[in-house]
Nanobody, 120 residues
């Protein structure tokens, strides 16, 4: 069973930057795909960014060009670098780890969530 522990987040002014980290333990990290989702108040949880086991990435349109997802397999850690933050980026961010069964992404583990607040 893989455990995910998140760090980072906090309060930042619009236009600022934050970096989130998600560290895995309990299993080999590299074969898995991973991702970040966020939950804003009174909104559905949405995909923010996803990184495949080969390092390929995809992003929500709302964060393209501002957020960068990356992974360091030697450290069992995934990152989300968030630049040019906007108030609408506010929410609880969750990391996940999973695998593909066919084209379907099956999440095997979730992080505990971390609050990101963008406000002046």
């Amino acid at each position: 069973q893989v455990q995910l522990v998140q760090s980072g987040g906090g309060l930042v002014q619009p236009g600022g930057s934050l970096r989130l980290s998600c560290t895995a333990s309990g299993s080999t990290f590299s074969p898995y795909a991973m991702g970040w989702e966020r939950q804003a108040p009174e909104k559905q949880r949405e995909l923010v960014a996803h990184i495949y086991s080969d390092g390929d990435t995809k992003y929500a349109d709302s964060v393209k060009g501002r957020f960068t997802i990356s992974r360091d397999n030697s450290k069992n850690t995934m990152y989300l670098q968030m630049n040019s933050l906007k108030p609408e980026d506010t929410g609880v961010y969750f990391c996940n780890l999973g695998e593909y069964i066919g084209s379907h992404y099956v999440v095997r583990s979730w992080g505990q969530g971390t609050q990101v607040t963008v406000s002046s």
